[in-house]
């Protein structure tokens, strides 16, 4: 019977999370407003909560064509986000942020491996220098590397770009 209440706040908490858009915290502040005092040893810590609604949220999955659902299509203001798509390669950006990057004298690009969705090999950033703050403005999902079979590839004259390509793909000519 004391556990009544929290098994509740967690079934709440779930249904929420599942119908709503509304941040993390948010409904969770919501969900607090109504539990009583009187039962707050049994409630879980704030991380587990928050945790459980990120696994009741559904994951966005692509379409029978293997496109993007519409709405993670645009980005705000309803500018279009996503540059190019095909099954090898997903670039976003919006023109708004291809015109600062061209208009900025200081361009930066990252790649990283560890933050990327399963059917991806690595996320490729390229970011700029905005009032003292580097900003990402280009973001770009590469296929899986066992299904990347590039020829050859060009690049700049940076020593840490050349030596990654080499690297990552020792049999590709380097240009």
């Given amino acids: 019977p004391d556990r009544v209440p929290a098994i509740q706040l967690k079934n709440d908490i779930k249904a929420r999370a599942v119908i709503t858009d509304e941040s993390?915290?948010?409904?969770?502040?919501?969900?607090?407003?109504?539990?009583?005092?009187?039962?707050?040893?049994?409630?879980?810590?704030?991380?587990?909560?928050?945790?459980?609604?990120r696994r009741q949220r559904t994951v966005e999955?692509?379409?029978?064509?293997?496109?993007?659902?519409?709405?993670l299509r645009k980005a705000y203001g309803d500018e279009d986000f996503i540059l190019h798509e095909d099954k090898n390669l997903i670039i976003f950006t919006t023109k708004t942020n291809l015109s600062i990057l061209k208009q900025n004298k200081h361009s930066f690009a990252d790649g990283t491996?560890?933050?990327?969705?399963?059917?991806?090999?690595?996320?490729?950033?390229?970011?700029?220098?905005?009032?003292?703050?580097?900003?990402?403005?280009?973001?770009?999902?590469?296929?899986?590397?066992?299904?990347f079979q590039l020829e050859s590839i060009m690049?700049?004259?940076?020593?840490?770009?050349?030596?990654?390509?080499?690297?990552?793909?020792?049999?590709?000519?380097?240009?």
């Fill in 24 to 53: 993390t915290s948010s409904i969770i502040h919501s969900a607090l407003r109504t539990y009583p005092l009187s039962a707050a040893g049994e409630l879980s810590r704030n991380e587990a909560l928050m945790l459980m609604i």
């Fill in 61 to 71: 999955t692509v379409d029978v064509n293997g496109r993007l659902p519409e709405r």
């Fill in 113 to 147: 491996f560890k933050v990327c969705p399963d059917d991806y090999y690595q996320l490729f950033t390229l970011h700029a220098m905005m009032t003292n703050a580097i900003i990402p403005l280009v973001y770009g999902l590469l296929i899986a590397q066992d299904n």
């Fill in 155 to 175: 690049t700049d004259f940076e020593t840490g770009t050349i030596k990654s390509v080499k690297d990552m793909l020792p049999n590709v000519l380097h240009k």
